[in-house]
């Protein structure tokens, strides 16, 4: 727990442990169905950030039946089951309470081997940092409530939410990376955060190699910023360092992501291997930056 990792880790013997986490979201698309799997790709993605083979999953759906069908509710946790069985995790049941706001999560079980555990605080100074899905979630999801949203936009951050991070997380075993974690409520700069305080590392990040879901910057301009986002400013007042950027492009980096990519650390020596596997599982490795033994995140305007 100090160094803030995506799930919890119990050793059961020598070749096995348990890896488990829960995760619970508010909705944040219009369609039931897509709600409940993007909470299950979601929910899984911690499993995958550790380097585990997710196994088991229970579900939580909080409503007021008089607020949300019937129809409606079986609709997310037939949404979530799709999911699950995609991914070849079995659903052992779940529980429902009465709310008057909508809340739908998974507690999923997983295993790992107890020696290829992949934390968020392994990295080493001069790795690279790779991203592999864009940034923009929380912006649309705060457009569409706010009925801005393009449709273009909608149809681009819902297809990157049922993305899983499954194959990527294949490619991360196989590579041997030393550190990564998956982008979601604190945003690409807090989990980048926590990466380099659990190492006790910097890092350097070029702001305009980010990649951003087209529109978002639109977005920005027009105020659609989430609350989260102004909560993940402040708290990382004094760990980012001042620099020139707009703040219309930083936003993104404070956006709170739901079922985000992950940002993984790799030694340079091993990044052609990892970029090069990831694009044969066709998944995206947009390289952002390096960690480096000074403390704090800086922004940079090139890598060497």
Request: hydrophobic share 45%; aromatic share 6%; with cysteine.
């Amino acid at each position: 727990m100090d160094t803030a990792d995506d799930a919890g880790v119990y050793r059961l013997g020598e070749d096995t442990a348990l890896v488990q986490t829960i995760d619970v979201i508010t909705p944040i698309v219009d369609d039931p169905a897509d709600f409940g799997y993007i909470a299950a790709v979601n929910a899984l993605s911690d499993i995958y950030a550790m380097g585990g083979t997710p196994l088991t999953a229970l579900t939580f759906l909080a409503f007021a039946p008089c607020d949300l069908p019937l129809e409606a509710a079986s609709l997310i946790l037939h949404g979530a089951g799709l999911a699950l069985d995609e991914h070849r995790c079995a659903l052992l049941g779940g529980h429902t309470v009465e709310d008057s706001e909508i809340k739908f999560g998974l507690t999923v079980t997983g295993t790992v081997h107890p020696d290829k555990v992949i934390t968020n605080s392994g990295a080493r100074a001069g790795d690279l940092l790779y991203l592999t899905k864009p940034l923009g979630t929380g912006i649309a999801s705060t457009a569409l409530k706010g009925e801005m949203i393009p449709p273009a936009l909608e149809e681009e951050y819902v297809g990157w939410m049922k993305r899983s991070n499954g194959p990527a997380a294949a490619v991360m075993m196989k590579t041997g990376v030393p550190a990564a974690t998956d982008i979601t409520g604190f945003g690409l700069l807090g989990h980048l955060w926590e990466m380099c305080s659990g190492a006790g590392l910097g890092a350097e990040i070029n702001i305009y190699d980010i990649p951003l879901m087209e529109g978002v910057l639109d977005m920005v301009m027009v105020g659609m910023v989430p609350e989260g986002a102004y909560r993940n400013r402040d708290h990382l007042k004094g760990k980012v360092l001042g620099s020139s950027v707009p703040d219309a492009r930083l936003w993104p980096l404070y956006d709170p992501q739901t079922s985000g990519g992950l940002l993984i650390a790799v030694p340079p020596g091993r990044a052609d291997i990892l970029v090069s596997s990831l694009a044969s599982m066709d998944v995206p490795a947009h390289r952002i930056g390096m960690f480096r033994s000074q403390p704090g995140i800086e922004f940079v305007t090139g890598l060497d």
